[in-house]
C-alpha cells in the first residue's frame, strides 16, 4: 500500500524560503519516480519537479535556481526546498508518486497513480 503524507509549507513574505516534506511509505523498496505539483487558484495542476530511484532530477524553467528537489532513502521521505519565493508561487503543493519506472521527464498528473494531501503555500508581496 503506498501512502504519501505531507507537511510544511505556510504563509511567507517574498524572497523567503519554505521546505515541503513527503514521508512516503510502499514506494522506496523498487524502481520510481516521484514529483511535486501545484496548482494555484483557476489554473491547471503543473509538475514543478521530479526525482527518480536514480537521482536524476527535472525541475520547470519558472523554479529553477530556487527550489531543490531531493530525496532521504533512509527516511523515505521526498523533499521540496523553495528558495527566493515570490507571489506566483503561491498555490496548493502535491506531491506525486509513480512505481515501477524511473521519471521521462515530461510527466504530467495523469501519470502519476499515488498523491499526497495537498499542502498550501502563500507568498505574500
Known amino acids: 500500500q503506498v501512502q504519501l503524507v505531507q507537511s510544511g509549507g505556510g504563509s511567507v513574505q517574498a524572497g523567503g524560503s519554505l521546505r515541503l516534506s513527503c514521508a512516503t511509505s510502499?514506494?522506496?523498496?523498487?524502481?520510481?519516480?516521484l514529483a511535486w505539483f501545484r496548482q494555484a487558484p483557476g489554473k491547471e495542476r503543473e509538475a514543478v519537479a521530479l526525482i527518480d530511484t536514480r537521482g536524476w532530477t527535472s525541475g520547470v524553467d519558472s523554479v529553477k535556481g530556487r527550489f531543490t528537489i531531493s530525496q532521504d532513502k533512509a527516511k523515505n521521505t521526498l523533499y521540496l526546498q523553495m528558495n527566493s519565493l515570490n507571489v506566483e508561487d503561491t498555490a496548493m503543493y502535491y506531491c506525486?508518486?509513480?512505481?515501477?519506472?524511473?521519471?521521462?521527464?515530461?510527466?504530467?498528473?495523469?501519470?502519476?497513480?499515488?498523491w499526497g494531501q495537498g499542502t498550501q503555500v502563500t507568498v505574500s508581496s
Open positions: 506525486a508518486a509513480v512505481r515501477g519506472r524511473y521519471c521521462k521527464g515530461s510527466e504530467t498528473r495523469n501519470d502519476f497513480q499515488h
Open positions: 510502499g514506494v522506496f523498496y523498487t524502481a520510481y519516480c
